[in-house]
């Protein structure tokens, strides 16, 4: 039975301060809920009955069979799916140590709660297993992410963190011959350049890129060259698209593939 | 003045039918109307008077200075700016001969107006003047593809075709050498390729990807390889995400400065 307060509950998550109060968050459709079911603690689960019938076993503390009109009732998408889940929201441990070893993202104020969600994606795409966020971050149990990341929450983790403190940790661990890219107007052409297997790749604000606070911790400037070099273009990429191409390029020149055509 | 009916008008836009009926699109905020301004036949604008105070010379049929509170009931945007603007949509002609010297992109049903908007932006940053949308392509001036084109529509040319007969033209055309590149689960790894400086890219929906009916045009499949290779990852990229790499690798491939540390 779908009661009124729970319909309230469930969608009272789109914001963040009952997110917070909670420690939970929403995940809907068939695609997001089943990649989140095995990683995730799951508070509650609202479904039709078709969807239990093409599923396995299922860990979650409340499971709420209805029709598809209760699941609109509760849902925030435009197209209510047929499931949905409310998680706990997990406690992560940043292992510093791990960090020396990995390429990881650093995202300095990005807004957009697709544009982060899609960052998301794209790390699991190309293995990078952390990301650490700025505290004006976008939320990543924000619904809106939660939709654009396709499930890869559940091999990627996410920090929150002041990030000068981070860094002046990170250089006090014995860290400061660790490399940190960053994107800027006057950076160099990464494909010219040998970029490391490991280190931190920080990408800035939507409308402002990285902060003068941060850029004092940019140990290599880099800058996606447009096509052709001269010509008028836009004055920028989308900060997703830009992601995805720089960590495409780090990982093309460390992959054995990447270099057999040159 | 700002009579109810103009308002209205201007809110209708945000539907393709009244976009459709009037001809007109709407754009919003300064960066975006600056731009488009020198390009597109401004029918209405709509201003506050310090806005006006930073531009030079404005040619539109209509000028309306209003405070922010008149903008911001004639807005679609949940943040109004200072400016709107109300365009003619132009009419294009395609120049397949063109097409044969050009790399360009190809749309096979992309639904989502920002991720439309987003490719838009990055064939501008690629120097990629024209893309082919299927009649099931979200439509290009949708207020949320404008917004997320930054501008680029001002130097990047689009053309709702059949695609079906859009490729049987350019086979008949003597075109069949002409490459056409699309995404697919078994395609090639394009960094081991000799990508085409010219030649077609198509990109296809967010959930199916490219239709059966258009794959059988397709010469030469592809496929982003995740990294590393073997492990469990997202099922797939984001559209504009995949799109962006696989122009930015195309582009690098034919660029004086892509190869150099190769």
Redesign the interface.
């Known amino acids: 039975m779908l009661s009124k307060n729970k319909i309230k509950w469930i969608r009272s998550l789109e914001h963040k301060k009952f997110r917070k109060e909670t420690g939970c968050f929403l995940a809907e459709g068939n695609k997001l809920v089943a990649d989140m079911l095995p990683y995730f603690e799951c508070e509650f689960l609202l479904s039709e009955s078709s969807w239990l019938a093409t599923q396995g076993d299922i860990r979650t503390k409340e499971h709420v069979i209805a029709e598809k009109g209760d699941i609109a009732r509760a849902s925030l998408l435009r197209n209510p799916q047929n499931v949905l889940a409310v998680f706990k929201q997990p406690d992560y441990i940043l292992d510093t140590e791990m960090l020396k070893t990995k390429l990881s993202l650093v995202l300095n104020g990005i807004q957009d709660p ?1 544009n982060l969600g ?1 960052i998301i ?2 790390a ?4 990078i297993e952390t990301i650490i966020c700025s505290p004006d971050t976008a939320d990543i149990y924000n619904p809106k992410t939660m939709q ?1 990341t ?3 929450l559940a ?1 990627v983790r996410t920090h929150y963190l002041n990030l000068p403190d981070f860094f002046k940790n990170m250089e006090e661990a014995g860290n400061s011959a660790f490399p940190i890219y960053g994107t800027f107007l006057e950076g160099e ?1 990464p ?4 970029l490391s297997p490991t280190g931190l790749i920080v990408m800035g604000n939507e409308g402002n890129g990285i902060s003068s606070e941060i850029e004092s911790f940019i140990t290599q400037k880099i800058h ?6 001269q ?8 900060v ?2 830009a992601t ?2 720089i960590c ?2 780090f ?2 020149q460390h ?1 054995e ?6």
Chains 1, 2 share one sequence.
């Open positions: 697709g899609t994606r794209l699991d795409w190309f293995g654009a396709m499930g890869a091999r052409n494909y010219q350049k040998d996606i060259p447009s096509y052709p070099p010509s008028e273009t836009s004055e920028s990429l989308n997703a698209v995805a191409i495409a390029e990982r093309r992959s593939n990447g270099k057999a055509a040159f």
